[in-house]
């Protein structure tokens, strides 16, 4: 969780820039709790994906990359961007595509 800083501006980095950079960069769980009472805060989301087709990999890290980069099997494996999408909408909601009740 982040802690307040007054003037701060805070970015969360989604799963597509922890994919592309092999894990140098993680992915942070997007969450905004409450303010406290009688504190403002403002939480504007946005977010920018990938075109539902495009295939994602990681991209090529310098040489002399810090030791916290991975080379497993998720991030060396390319995945089209509508499956990840799938992936974690079906496993974040409880609903299923296409099962008729």
Same mark, same amino acid.
């Given at each position: 969780?982040?802690?307040?800083?007054?003037?701060? @501006?805070?970015? *969360?980095?989604?799963? $597509?820039?922890?994919?592309? =950079? !092999?894990? +140098?960069? =993680?992915?942070?769980? #997007?969450?905004?709790?409450?303010?406290?009472?009688? +504190?403002? +805060?403002?939480?504007?989301? %946005? %977010?920018?994906?990938? *075109? !539902? @087709? !495009?295939?994602?990999?990681?991209?090529? @890290?310098?040489? +002399?990359?810090?030791? =916290?980069?991975? =080379?497993?099997?998720?991030?060396?494996?390319?995945? $089209?961007?509508?499956? #990840?999408?799938?992936?974690?909408?079906?496993?974040? %909601?409880? %609903?299923?595509?296409?099962?008729?009740?």
């Amino acid at each position: 969780m982040a802690q307040p800083v007054p003037g701060a @501006l805070v970015l *969360n980095i989604g799963d $597509m820039v922890e994919k592309w =950079t !092999a894990g +140098r960069y =993680t992915s942070t769980l #997007h969450r905004v709790l409450p303010s406290p009472p009688n +504190r403002s +805060r403002i939480s504007v989301p %946005f %977010f920018y994906e990938p *075109n !539902a @087709l !495009a295939c994602i990999r990681p991209l090529q @890290l310098p040489a +002399r990359a810090p030791p =916290t980069v991975t =080379t497993s099997d998720y991030y060396a494996r390319e995945v $089209m961007y509508i499956e #990840h999408l799938y992936s974690k909408v079906s496993s974040n %909601f409880d %609903f299923q595509v296409g099962v008729e009740e």
